[in-house]
Each structure stands twice: as structure tokens, then as C-alpha cells.
């Protein structure tokens, strides 16, 4: 949340949706949103654990952060990495040729 409140959340429109399905989001997730693009999600899995997700070019600066699930009990422990991560999103962000707040 701290980051959605952000200036720079602000500038990137950020906004959190919460979805669920019968396919990927049984048990439901947190999408952070950019835009139309998402940098982080969180969806919980069976047994109190959480895997994250994003869109690819997202994924690929942090894979160390999306190659396993998480127990619940570890996220807050993990959120500078969160935060690490949308840093390095939001200057890929601002070096596209398309330009910042573009998805």
C-alpha cells in the first residue's frame, strides 16, 4: 500500500484489483496495476502459501522473486524485494520508447 500511495504510484495510475477464478485464481489474488500492465501480483495457494506472478518483461527483472511460492508468514519479510523489484519495473518503465504511464 505503500507504494499505491505513492507520488510515483500517482504517476503510474496505480490501482489494486482483487480477482478470483476456477482456473489460476482458485483461491484469489492481488493484481497491482500500472496502467493496463501489471508489474505484481500475489495469489494464494493451498497450504498458506502465496505465488507471485507478473507480466513477463516484468518477471524477467526479478526471477528470483517468482521461481517458488511463499508461506504467507514470509511476504513481510520479502517486501523490500517487493519494492526493489517495482523500482527496477519503473525504470524499464521509463526507459521504453513508448514512454512512462504507457502499457
Known amino acids: 500500500m505503500d507504494h499505491v500511495r505513492s507520488g510515483e504510484g500517482a504517476a503510474r495510475l496505480v490501482h489494486v484489483q ?6 489460476t485464481r ?4 492481488i493484481h497491482l496495476y ?5 508489474p505484481l501480483e500475489f ?3 493451498r497450504h ?6 507478473a507480466a513477463a518483461t516484468y518477471r524477467n527483472l526479478s526471477e528470483q ?6 508461506g504467507i508468514d514470509r511476504l513481510h519479510a520479502r517486501r523490500d524485494d517487493f519494492r ?3 523500482a527496477r ?3 524499464l518503465v521509463d526507459d521504453s520508447p513508448r514512454g512512462a504511464g504507457h502499457s
Open 34 to 38: 500500472w496502467g493496463r500492465t501489471s
Open 65 to 70: 522473486l517468482f521461481s517458488e511460492p511463499l
Open 43 to 45: 495469489r494464494l495457494r
Open 89 to 91: 519495473a519503473s525504470r
Open 48 to 53: 498458506d502459501r502465496v505465488s507471485l506472478h
Open 18 to 23: 482483487f480477482r478470483r477464478n476456477r482456473g
Open 26 to 29: 482458485r483461491r484469489g489474488g
Open 84 to 86: 526493489a523489484h517495482l
